[in-house]
């Protein structure tokens, strides 16, 4: 339940606009206490030679983050070509199987992409749903097969073989279902928003001690870190996000099988 709160929270729309706002705020509260802390009272403030080493601190962990989600995004594809290989592979391996075997393979890869096609982007929820309808499609499949192969026993090495390359074809199935549940870790999430909001503290603290302060800088801060952070959200949210799986070689399979030999 927890875990859903937070998800719900993360994942929320109203999480990219409260984001920046907060940032900004950050900053003028800095900026707020060096004048009524310091400057109203005369008080002179000096860098104390730490503070590039806590801004590299944040540069670090906003690069990681960011790294980490765009490789789950890269292994999410390469999830999808691989089960699109795999399917690819039992549908030219059923060219050379009996008329009924045949016919049942392609009944069964319809059904599967047709499911998977219909979800393209599911939750967590959804996800869960999928499993399940996967089993029961391969239940029913499996069952089928048992049923040829009491009526026809010397189709048994044909049969193992299906029997195999539907393994392979679910594996990377549940592998990419998987794949839309894992989430960067809420620990890191909350160390990155927690920093974010000390760097524009300090931005708008330091800022304000300048001969001239400028806007500028906390503007840029503000906006390249709400841009960085939103990204990544997006990319470690597949199933709201921008940046979805490309299916385009599930979609090619499909139409390849649909068209027949």
């Not at 806590?54 to 906003?62: D, N, T, V």
């Not at 009996?98 to 393979?105: C, D, G, K």
Request: proline share 5%; net charge positive.
């Amino acid at each position: 339940m927890l875990a859903s709160a937070w998800l719900a929270v993360v994942d929320s729309y109203w999480a990219t606009f409260i984001y920046p706002v907060g940032l900004g705020l950050a900053v003028y509260l800095g900026s707020w206490l060096a004048q009524r802390q310091y400057l109203r009272h005369g008080r002179a403030w000096k860098p104390i030679g730490v503070e590039g080493g806590i801004f590299s601190m944040f540069g670090l962990l906003l690069s990681f983050t960011m790294v980490a989600s765009g490789t789950a995004v890269k292994t999410r594809d390469a999830t999808v070509h691989a089960e699109a290989n795999s399917i690819s592979d039992l549908h030219r391996q059923s060219q050379l199987y009996p008329p009924a075997l045949r016919a049942r393979v392609r009944r069964y890869l319809l059904a599967s992409l047709r499911d998977q096609l219909a979800h393209p982007t599911p939750n967590a929820t959804e996800c869960l749903r999928l499993v399940h309808r996967a089993d029961s499609l391969n239940q029913a499949f499996d069952a089928g097969l048992l049923a040829h192969l009491a009526g026809a026993p010397a189709d048994r090495p044909v049969v193992q073989q299906i029997l195999t390359l539907a393994a392979a074809k679910n594996a990377n199935y549940f592998a990419l279902l998987y794949t839309f549940r894992e989430r960067t870790p809420r620990t890191i999430l909350v160390a990155l928003v927690v920093l974010s909001l000390a760097m524009g503290f300090m931005i708008g603290f330091m800022n304000r001690f300048q001969d001239y302060p400028s806007q500028i800088i906390p503007i840029i801060f503000v906006v390249a870190v709400a841009v960085l952070v939103t990204t990544i959200r997006d990319l470690d949210n597949p199933g709201r996000g921008v940046v979805t799986p490309d299916y385009d070689d599930l979609t090619n399979v499909e139409a390849v099988i649909r068209r027949g030999p």
